[in-house]
C-alpha cells in the first residue's frame, strides 16, 4: 500500500511523514534557496520516504514530494501506483484556496478517483472558521473530500489522515468505484 503526501512548499509533508514513520524516515534535503516562497532552512529536493508497519508483513509506503514548482516533474513519479493522496495546506500562507486548486488539478487521477484527503495546518482557528473557504472550492467542483485541520508535528493528526484515506479506499473498493 502506498500513500503520497502532496502540497506547496512548507506545508509540512517531510514532517508529517517524519512524525508517524515506524522507520527512521528517508529524506532528501538541502539549503533552501527560495526563501521568498518560504524562510525555512532546507527543503525536500528529491522525495521523502517513510513507512508505517500495520503488522508483521503489511506496511504502508509513504512518499513526500518536494513541494518547489522545478522539481514539478518528480511529482506523477512519486504518486504511480499511490492508492491515494494526503493534501496539506498551511492556512497562514498568503492563498492556501489557489493552492489547493492547484493540487487538485496536478494530482486529477487520484482526485477522480475520490482518493484525496486533505489537511490543513499551520492554525489555531476553529475549523468554523478555516474550513469554509476550501470546502467551497470543492462544492464548486462537485468533489466531496474529506478534510481535517491537522497539525502535522503531532503524530495522531498525521495517522487520522493516513487512516481516513484507507478507510475511504475500502469503501470505493467496496462499492466498485474507479
Ligand atoms: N506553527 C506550525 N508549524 C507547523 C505546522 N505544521 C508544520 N509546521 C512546521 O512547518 C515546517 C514544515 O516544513 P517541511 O516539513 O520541511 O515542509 P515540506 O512540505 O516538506 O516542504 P518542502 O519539502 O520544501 O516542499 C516545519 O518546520 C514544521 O515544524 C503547524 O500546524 N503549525
Ligand atoms: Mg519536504
Redesign the pocket.
Known amino acids: 500500500m502506498k500513500i503520497v503526501f502532496i ?10 511523514i517524519a512524525a508517524v514513520s515506524d522507520i527512521p524516515p528517508v529524506s532528501t534535503e538541502a539549503t ?1 534557496n527560495d526563501l521568498e516562497q ?1 524562510a ?1 532552512a ?3 529536493v528529491a522525495m ?1 520516504y517513510g513507512e508505517i508497519h500495520l503488522g508483521d508483513d503489511e506496511a504502508v509506503a509513504l512518499y ?5 514548482e522545478r522539481f514539478s516533474f518528480m511529482w506523477p513519479i512519486l504518486a504511480e501506483g499511490a492508492m491515494g493522496a494526503i493534501l ?1 495546506l498551511d492556512h497562514s500562507q498568503s492563498d492556501p484556496v489557489a493552492q489547493l486548486a492547484a493540487y487538485l488539478d496536478a494530482f486529477s487521477t487520484l482526485v477522480a478517483k475520490g482518493a484525496v484527503v486533505i489537511g490543513v ?3 489555531s482557528l476553529p475549523a468554523s472558521q478555516v474550513l469554509p473557504g476550501y470546502a467551497q472550492l470543492l462544492r464548486e467542483r462537485e468533489l466531496s473530500l474529506p478534510m481535517f485541520i491537522s ?3 503531532k503524530r495522531q493528526d498525521v495517522l487520522l489522515l493516513v487512516e481516513t484515506l484507507i478507510a475511504n479506499a475500502e469503501v470505493n473498493q467496496l462499492l466498485g468505484n474507479p
Open positions: 502540497g506547496a512548499m512548507g506545508v509540512g509533508k517531510t514532517t508529517a533552501n518560504n525555512k532546507t527543503t525536500t521523502d513526500g514530494i518536494p513541494g518547489q496539506l495546518g499551520h492554525t497539525d502535522v508535528r
